[in-house]
T-cell receptor
């Protein structure tokens, strides 16, 4: 089946720094990718929809200037957490779908810890 | 190996009927189990989250149950409507990993 990878799987950074998370579709092209985050004991929540070649669409309450999304190719989307703070510590997961977008394939997730 | 299985893979029912979607998982040591809805081309929408210490959660016409001992969860949808047509996924949380089932594609017939 289709595979989505994320890098890094773990990242620890100091408060105020920026962190970039990559999401790659390895054997299919994803015109749309989705970014989610999950805080401990809470549900996975959609942050934004990343569209290849255009601006991302952010869910209500998600700061677009803080969570920069770039979808420059059909196989790569990046999420940059700018000026990270401890409250940004979370589990970030991406997903991508094929041409028909009927099935989503999820990456393994990235755990971010901001000190 | 931790697996999450959803049965059936697809389901069509007439409008107004009550229905049950099933999810089974191989590892009972879970943190929580979540049910999501996915519309074509859209991201996941969280429906219900059941913590490992809970047995069920309800939201409107939706009720989700969790039986860790048998490794099963069900999503009950009452009085189904055409707008309920979507793919429903369950996901198991363990050790900071989320493992998704492949989903049940639900079609409500008007």
């Amino acid at each position: 089946g289709a595979v989505v990878s994320q890098h890094p799987s773990w990242v620890i950074c100091k408060s105020g720094t920026s962190v970039k998370i990559e999401c790659r579709s390895l054997d299919f092209q994803a015109t749309t990718m989705f970014w989610y985050r999950q805080f401990p004991k809470q549900s996975l929540m959609l942050m934004a929809t990343s569209n290849e070649g255009s601006k991302a669409t952010y869910e209500q309450g998600v700061e677009k200037d803080k969570f920069l999304i770039n979808h420059a190719s059909l196989t790569l989307s990046t999420l940059t957490v700018t000026s990270a703070h401890p409250e940004d510590s979370s589990f970030y997961i991406c997903s991508g779908g094929g041409l028909l977008q009927e099935t989503q394939y999820f990456g393994p997730g990235t755990r971010l810890l901001v000190l | 190996k931790q697996e999450v299985t959803q049965i059936p893979a697809a389901l069509s029912v007439p409008e107004g009927e009550n229905l049950v979607l099933n999810c089974s998982f191989t590892d009972s040591a879970i943190y929580n189990l979540q049910w999501f809805r996915q519309d074509p081309g859209k991201g996941l929408t969280s429906l219900l989250l059941i913590q490992s210490s809970q047995r069920e959660q309800t939201s409107g016409r939706l009720n989700a149950s969790l039986d860790k001992s048998s490794g099963r969860s069900t999503l009950y949808i009452a009085a189904s409507q055409p707008g309920d047509s979507a793919t429903y996924l369950c996901a198991m949380n363990r050790d900071d990993k989320i493992i998704f089932g492949k989903g049940t594609r639900l079609h409500i017939l008007p």
